[in-house]
């Protein structure tokens, strides 16, 4: 069947094991998420008339900034099979107004759905693409050999050479240039010669970096359908181009690629696996509810978004330039920290949607101290891989760490709490002079100790109005 079934898909404990290499505590959050995205596979795996009436468990995840919402959201992007997109809901305006509308995240899904589709058929048939671009090219290289097929040796072809008997020590030799050459290609030896190819003006790219193609769809020109119209109404036509045998290759295997894949099926794989398997991450979406009942200035336009959002998030179909998608059983996770509103200022119908809260837990000393060291981008690692580069060897004591999550947490708790991006703002100063001074003066091992932070930091702390500017 489709592709998506063929991975196995993750259960909640793999999930939450993917999720807890990089953020560290808030196990809620982290169950009620794995729990939404494994209902999506079980309902999936029932019969069609149940299916229909099984909701998607929308979540709202709500917690003080800095506590992790956006890091789960990052990392739920990188699970397989899951076509994932994170939206900013400050981004958005209401129908009418110039800016997003509340539909590009749909359209952005069937996006990411089209090139995860894409980059399985690279796995699955880019050997064979490859095997192919590969033979094309070495037809090009040595043209005498071109009517060889490693499988079915020389072709029958009613040419003036056939009807010749083909030498057999012409054919040895043919086949042993051809087998050296095909050695050759593969080694990367004649990868800077150049070479004389047609290219197909047409061929698009199979692996597309996310284009600009959105400006023109917001304005309802459909890109694809004018291009495969004039497509089809120009003859193909083919461009004489020298290129490197190395750029040589990777067209070639992009055209293969191109012939390979049927784009029907492709996208209409696209749209069910947006429709069935998507998720996507409202972020901000504290920043839309309005904690007044003023009915003027800018809390109108953003009721307007809450209300633009309501049918999208309840089931509605939304055009795509690759065809209609029903939002029905899309996953919404909603995000924000709701200082200033609450989640009771959304109005109350997209309070409803969101039947699943789960609320954050404030970060503690402790969970500091993890955050620095056990992500697998801890911050204390990607200082120590930066300065590396510049040949200096950072070394962590346990009691810089303990007082780095000390001082973050002071800092917190005697200003405004940011949460754990207070880490990087203490870590930023701490780290400064290292930073500067390498490669210059400073070089070899460079231990950070309990005192190196305290004198670093301590004196900011102290001076209430410095700390204010600076961590
Ligand atoms: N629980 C955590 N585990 C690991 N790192 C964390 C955790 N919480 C926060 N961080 C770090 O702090 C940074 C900010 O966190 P994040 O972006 O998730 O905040 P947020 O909860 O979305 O806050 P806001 O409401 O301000 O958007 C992250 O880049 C990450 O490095
Ligand atoms: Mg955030």
Redo the contacts with the bound molecule.
Sequence with gaps: MSEQQMQPEKTPQQIVDELDR?????HKAKRAVAISLRNRYRRRCLSRDLREDIRPKNLLLI?P???????IARRIANISGIPFVKVEATKFTEVGYVGRDVDSMVRDLVEVSMSLLRSQRIEQMGPKARERAHEKLLDILYPEGRRYHPLSGFEKSSDEQSNLPIDIEETDSVLIKRQQLSEQLLKGELDEKEVEIDVNDQATPVVEVFSSQTGFEEMGINMQGLQNMLGNMLPSRQRRRRVKVCEAREIMFQEEMHNIIDQDELQKEALNLAQESGVIFLD?IDKIASSFTSKSGPDVSREGVQRDLLPLVEGTSVMTKYGIVKTDHILFFA?G?FNVSKPSDLIPELQGRFPVRVEFDA?NVD?FKR?LVE?QNALTRQYQALLEVDGLSVEYTTDAIEAIARFAFQANADHENI???RLHTIMEQLMEEAAFDAPQKLSGKYVVDGESVEKAIAPLLKNHDLARFIL
Excluded: M, N, S
């Design positions: 990089y953020v560290i505590g808030q917690g900034t800095g506590v992790g919402k956006t890091e901000e995000a920290a970060l969970d955050i992500p949460g754990a991006r």
